[in-house]
């Protein structure tokens, strides 16, 4: 009887800390990544992966549940730990074909990687170092976090929205220049 | 120029829908000007995403963790804090002939991860707190902790100087205990250190990065001790303002700095520190 009670009260707890992740809230995150790291990091170094590895895919994976719950369009089913679970063997299965395709292909074809698009990544990270601190936060929470200007505004104390898209508006303005400035003619096209 | 910017940064994160959409698509498809501009704004707004996945992984790496190799298994974690006590009782049998009666002191309750697991519990899933009791209960098992000792002091009357971890991570080392010549208990650090005061985050934390230890927190510097017990194995301490903490040196992860309770081991590092 003691452990339904118990089970009971663990349910309400996942779902406030899901309640929690959808609002944006890191520290619900940081709660969740400890509480599995050895189940979701067993699930690698078991499938012949190195603990590294295990990590890295774990991390990746809860990057994938955080943008989801983010978006508002995630309904669990099922225990957080299940789904996120379930994408931490979908990704280490690609990260397997993954390895296993390059292996193949360093047979086959070794010069068939673009040896472009790392560079242009770099570039383009070199540039997001370059912005202030808000600035990154207003474009990253925009694009990436899929937050609406309220929230930006909420989160970064802003005095309202119009605020926060005149921010985003002058933020994104200053990386293209940043960008611009290091790109050469060839790289602006795929 | 707003408008077309826009435009296209609203096609590019897939905002653009119906007619204005298929606009667009045919304009892209003649306007090798605009076809350059998308490809920009793809890649700058992908850029903009993976640098937010580098922010994300590298909090959550910040994390501290209880990790497999770390102390996954509880039996490996009885080993540790046996082996802890092996080593400092080691460092005594070598340096104090008269004190080789002392019993081996137990630090498990000193291990940096079964502390987080301490600091911060979270009961979302039952099956796995299963997995750790030793967490779950902390101060029961501090507070049983003397009568522990007295116990192993019964057991074992004889110390012996046995590091488990040689037999699973090396070849026996035997060769070793018919050493004549003790090899100097306590010496002088050589562990660089660095202090970080700037996080706001860890305030009273550690962690070794490529062979360097990195204290988090307001230290006043000079005012801490590092000590280094060299017994079969080779062991660090930080003392600072009467307080003496057990530092894991494989532990890469930012760990809080939790102060050793055993009276003996502090005793006994309080004596080396004398010396």
């Known amino acids: 009887m003691a452990l339904r009670v118990f089970k009971l009260n663990s349910q309400l707890d996942e779902v406030e800390i899901f309640d929690r992740i959808q609002k944006g809230d890191e520290k619900a995150l940081e709660i969740v990544y400890k509480k599995y790291y050895r189940m979701m990091t067993k699930l690698v170094i078991s499938n012949s992966g190195t603990e590294d590895e295990a990590r890295d895919v774990y991390q990746d994976a809860l990057v994938v549940f955080w943008q989801k719950a983010r978006s508002g369009n995630l309904v669990l089913t099922s225990k957080m730990s299940t789904y996120i679970y379930s994408i931490c063997q979908n990704l280490w299965r690609k990260e397997l074909d993954r390895k296993k395709r390059l292996s193949n292909e360093e047979r086959d074809s070794p010069d068939s990687i673009d040896m472009d698009k790392p560079e242009r990544e770099k570039i383009i990270a070199h540039c997001m170092e370059q912005l202030g601190e808000t600035c990154r936060k207003v474009l990253m929470y925009y694009y990436f976090d899929e937050m609406s200007m309220q929230e930006i505004a909420d989160k970064l104390g802003f005095a309202n929205t119009d605020t926060a898209k005149t921010k985003k508006y002058k933020c994104k303005q200053k990386l293209d220049e940043l960008v611009k400035a290091q790109y050469t003619e060839q790289d602006f096209l795929d | ?275």
């Open chain 2, 1 to 275: 120029m707003m408008e077309n910017f826009e435009l296209i940064e609203k096609y590019v994160v897939g905002r653009l829908q119906g007619p204005e959409k298929e606009e667009f698509e045919l304009q892209l498809q003649k306007d090798t000007s605009l076809q350059r501009d998308v490809a920009l704004q793809r890649q700058i707004i992908e850029g903009v995403k993976n640098a937010r996945i580098a922010e994300l992984k590298t909090m959550l790496s910040q994390v501290p963790v209880t990790g497999l190799m770390q102390t996954g298994v509880s039996a490996i974690k009885i080993i540790t804090g046996i082996t802890a006590g092996a080593i400092i009782t080691a460092s005594i049998f070598y340096f104090k002939p008269s004190l080789k009666e002392t019993a081996a002191p137990v630090v498990e309750n000193e291990l940096p991860a079964v502390q987080n697991a301490k600091t911060e519990p979270d009961p979302i899933d039952p099956k796995e707190d299963k997995t750790s009791p030793s967490a779950s209960e902390p101060n029961k098992e501090s507070k049983k902790k003397p009568l522990v000792s007295k116990k192993q002091n019964a057991v074992h009357p004889k110390i012996e100087v046995v590091d488990p971890t040689h037999e699973l991570a090396k070849e026996p080392t035997h060769e070793e205990e018919k050493r004549s010549k003790p090899q100097s208990v306590i010496v002088t650090t050589r562990v660089g250190v660095e202090i970080n005061s700037s996080s706001s985050k860890y305030s009273f934390h550690y962690q070794f990065l490529q062979g360097k230890l990195i204290l988090y927190g307001i230290f006043d510097n000079g005012l801490y001790e590092i000590i280094e017990v060299n017994g079969d194995t080779h062991s660090i301490f930080l003392y600072y303002k009467d307080g003496y903490y057990l530092l894991n040196e494989k532990q890469s992860a930012i760990t809080p700095l939790t102060a050793i309770k055993d009276l003996e081991l502090v005793k006994k590092l309080k004596e080396y520190r004398g010396k």
